[in-house]
């Protein structure tokens, strides 16, 4: 009985010890796995605040990429990298547009080329400066598409200061100045207003200077027309130099400047016994009726041949009717047998049209003088000198009692 309480004592006594060893190995493994946990939450908190740091002093700079091997050298990628403005001028210089095969595609590339520059903004500002400054061209013919046939629109500085495609580089550097404003932009067009010889940049100029400071430069664009008007520079001979002239007087009508009147009216005959169209334009602007007594006495200049004249004819076809200094020189011109017979077709069947502001829109005054050119054709018709003039009388009495009818109908009542 001793012996087997013994046993079982020494039983219990084992268990107990086994119990308290085991307890410690699970505590100690517990206390080396937090340990860890701590180690490696310290070492993500220290990563992660090297990683924000590095992210900071990251941000804003130029990013580098290496390509991978077996590349031997680095390529260096510029981030949100702008249009090159030097780049695209270089370009511009090189490229040319003219009829034929690829006409199209140059055209699109002048363009393209053109709105880098506009991206560009101020940046391009010191490029085409520079550019200006040399005085070189680059003109584009776009007097046919691609295939030979068709036109290109092309581009009036009279009715606008902007171009599908510009007649020259020079003018679509100076819309690009205008599309990118500002003084710099601004300068840049004044200073090449004072250098220019040509009309039609003269013109172009003057308009997108008043579009950007109205009357700021007016004296000087006007100032800068009578010099060449007064004493032009050799005249060229392609497409933006053919109506130098013209564009020189439409920059006085432009500016309303009516200064220009006797140097003009000398100029009215050139050299070759022709009359200056645009400049009888002009005094017709600038003086009105008042062109009819300048009209008469240069029909009269020695110079001239009779088929030169037509033009002479045509001021006093504005005012038949209105001024009655008008019908002599309208009768002479055309009962001349010399003057060519389209001339005098054309003067007669014009009784319908010129002097009238506004076909589509009647006003009283425009009924009045219907009935003034009935009458004359009346009174003249019968006396016709030829068949080409009865024909043509009775063309235009045809029209005007049409366009009589138009201005005395009431509009119909709307629905």
Request: hydrophobic share 45%; with cysteine; proline share 7%.
């Given at each position: 009985?001793?012996?087997?309480?013994?046993?079982?004592?020494?039983?219990?006594?084992?268990?107990?010890?086994?119990?308290?060893?085991?307890?410690?190995?699970?505590?100690?493994?517990?206390?080396?796995?937090?340990?860890?946990?701590?180690?490696?939450?310290?070492?993500?908190?220290?990563?992660?605040?090297?990683?924000?740091?590095?992210?900071?002093?990251?941000?804003?700079?130029?990013?580098?990429?290496?390509?991978?091997?077996p590349a031997p050298l680095a390529q260096i990628i510029e981030v949100n990298r702008g249009p090159s403005a030097r780049e695209a001028m270089e370009r511009l210089k090189q490229l040319r547009v003219?009829?034929?095969?690829?006409?199209?595609r140059s055209i699109r590339l002048v363009g393209h080329e053109l709105e880098t520059l506009v991206a560009a903004g101020t940046n391009a500002l010191p490029v085409i400066r520079d550019f200006l400054a040399l005085n070189q061209e680059v003109i584009y013919d776009t007097s046919a598409g691609a295939s030979g046939k068709g036109k290109v629109p092309g581009f009036d500085p009279r009715a606008g200061t902007e171009f599908l495609v510009p007649p020259s580089l020079c003018?679509?550097?100076?819309?690009?100045?205008?599309?990118?404003?500002?003084?710099?932009?601004?300068?840049?067009?004044?200073?090449?207003l004072t250098t220019t010889a040509r009309g039609l940049e003269v013109l172009y100029l003057a308009r997108v200077l008043q579009e950007m400071a109205p009357n700021k430069y007016r004296e000087l664009a006007t100032g800068v027309a009578k010099e060449l008007l007064a004493n032009p520079v050799g005249k060229g001979t392609g497409p933006v130099d053919k109506a130098d002239q013209s564009y020189l007087f439409s920059v006085l009508m432009?500016?309303?400047?009516?200064?220009?009147?006797?140097?003009?009216?000398?100029?009215?005959?050139?050299?070759?016994?022709?009359?200056?169209?645009?400049?009888?334009?002009?005094?017709?602007?600038?003086?009105?009726?008042?062109?009819?007594?300048?009209?008469?006495?240069?029909?009269?200049?020695?110079?001239?041949?009779?088929?030169e004249k037509e033009p002479l004819a045509r001021?006093?076809?504005?005012?038949?009717?209105?001024?009655?200094?008008?019908?002599?020189?309208?009768?002479?011109?055309?009962?001349?047998?010399?003057?060519?017979?389209?001339?005098r077709r054309n003067l007669i069947e014009d009784l319908n049209q010129d002097g009238f502001p506004d076909r589509k829109n009647f006003t009283a005054k425009d009924v009045a003088l219907i009935e003034s050119r009935l009458r004359f054709i009346q009174a003249n018709a019968p006396n016709a000198i030829d068949k080409v003039n009865a024909s043509a009388f009775a063309e235009a009495n045809k029209d005007l009692l049409q366009m009589l009818q138009r201005a005395t109908t009431p509009p119909a009542p709307k629905p």
């Amino acid at each position: 009985m001793k012996t087997l309480l013994a046993i079982l004592l020494s039983l219990g006594l084992g268990a107990v010890i086994t119990g308290v060893v085991v307890s410690r190995q699970q505590a100690a493994v517990r206390a080396a796995q937090a340990a860890e946990a701590a180690k490696r939450e310290d070492a993500l908190a220290a990563e992660k605040s090297r990683l924000e740091k590095a992210l900071a002093n990251a941000r804003g700079r130029t990013v580098t990429v290496e390509s991978p091997a077996p590349a031997p050298l680095a390529q260096i990628i510029e981030v949100n990298r702008g249009p090159s403005a030097r780049e695209a001028m270089e370009r511009l210089k090189q490229l040319r547009v003219a009829p034929g095969p690829g006409q199209m595609r140059s055209i699109r590339l002048v363009g393209h080329e053109l709105e880098t520059l506009v991206a560009a903004g101020t940046n391009a500002l010191p490029v085409i400066r520079d550019f200006l400054a040399l005085n070189q061209e680059v003109i584009y013919d776009t007097s046919a598409g691609a295939s030979g046939k068709g036109k290109v629109p092309g581009f009036d500085p009279r009715a606008g200061t902007e171009f599908l495609v510009p007649p020259s580089l020079c003018l679509g550097l100076f819309d690009v100045l205008r599309q990118i404003g500002g003084a710099g932009a601004e300068k840049i067009l004044a200073d090449t207003l004072t250098t220019t010889a040509r009309g039609l940049e003269v013109l172009y100029l003057a308009r997108v200077l008043q579009e950007m400071a109205p009357n700021k430069y007016r004296e000087l664009a006007t100032g800068v027309a009578k010099e060449l008007l007064a004493n032009p520079v050799g005249k060229g001979t392609g497409p933006v130099d053919k109506a130098d002239q013209s564009y020189l007087f439409s920059v006085l009508m432009f500016f309303n400047d009516t200064t220009y009147a006797g140097p003009a009216q000398a100029q009215l005959v050139t050299t070759d016994g022709k009359v200056d169209k645009a400049a009888l334009k002009y005094l017709q602007g600038a003086m009105g009726e008042q062109t009819l007594t300048i009209a008469q006495q240069t029909w009269n200049d020695p110079r001239m041949t009779i088929a030169e004249k037509e033009p002479l004819a045509r001021v006093a076809l504005t005012y038949l009717g209105v001024n009655p200094q008008a019908e002599p020189l309208f009768k002479t011109a055309i009962n001349d047998p010399a003057m060519p017979p389209d001339h005098r077709r054309n003067l007669i069947e014009d009784l319908n049209q010129d002097g009238f502001p506004d076909r589509k829109n009647f006003t009283a005054k425009d009924v009045a003088l219907i009935e003034s050119r009935l009458r004359f054709i009346q009174a003249n018709a019968p006396n016709a000198i030829d068949k080409v003039n009865a024909s043509a009388f009775a063309e235009a009495n045809k029209d005007l009692l049409q366009m009589l009818q138009r201005a005395t109908t009431p509009p119909a009542p709307k629905p």
